[in-house]
Antibody, heavy 117, light 107 residues
């Protein structure tokens, strides 16, 4: 059974850093395409980043240069390193599997990030 | 980035109704369009991919159509559990932009 479980969300001050984790089971993170999607309070879903099976990474413009997506093959975990956090980065962060590079077929339950002084 | 515009932003319908949600892309995206259902406190759920292919386990009252830049999600025989926010998402290229969402309320 495919499962995804995010962790690492926390309250952090503006300018701070946080690393989110997404533990996968039932499939290999390194052999698949993965994404991070977020939802700010009261807002809609926003694609944040993707990592392809090849290792290529992609980001939405607002996080480029501040966020880094990576994976640990041995632990089967997806990460999102978030630096220079801003208040508008706050929200629930979901990891999801990107099937055939096109659609998000499995999602985690999300982890909450708050950015405030 | 590709702008994705959904309409309406919200709607209210009764059990048994048929509802249509529209998604327009800022450029042609062929059929690289997915639909998701999102309920508060839950993980989003994939409904439709490839513009018209129903995800396994999704009730057949959900259907999708369209290509190019104009797409529709239709829900027939509306059920109480269909109350949710619905999002379209494009996957043309290497960005995966969502529409702003359509909030569906069941009267």
């Amino acid at each position: 059974e495919v499962q995804l479980e995010e962790s690492g969300g926390d309250l952090v001050q503006p300018g701070g850093s946080l690393r989110l984790s997404c533990a996968a089971s039932g499939f290999s993170v390194s052999g698949n395409y993965m994404s991070w999607v977020r939802q700010a309070p009261g807002k809609g879903l926003e694609w944040v980043s993707s990592i392809y099976a090849s290792g290529h990474t992609y980001y939405t413009h607002s996080v480029e240069g501040r966020f880094t997506v990576s994976r640990d093959t041995s632990k089967n975990i997806l990460y999102l390193q978030m630096n220079s956090l801003r208040p508008d980065d706050a929200g629930v962060y979901y990891c999801a599997r990107l099937a055939d590079i096109r659609w998000l077929d499995y999602w985690g339950q999300g982890t909450l990030v708050a950015v405030s002084s | 980035d590709i702008a994705m515009t959904q309409s309406p932003s919200s709607l209210s319908a009764s059990v048994g109704d048929r509802v249509t949600i529209t998604c327009r892309a800022g450029q042609s995206i062929s059929q690289y369009l997915s639909w998701y259902q999102h309920k508060p406190g839950k993980a989003p759920k994939l409904l439709i991919y490839g513009a018209s292919t129903l995800q396994t386990g999704v009730p057949s009252r959900f259907s999708g159509s369209g290509s190019g830049s104009h797409f529709t999600l239709i829900i027939n025989n509306l059920q109480p559990e269909d109350s949710a926010t619905y999002y379209c998402q494009q996957s043309y290229g290497t960005s995966y932009d969502f529409g702003q969402g359509t909030r569906l309320e069941i009267k």
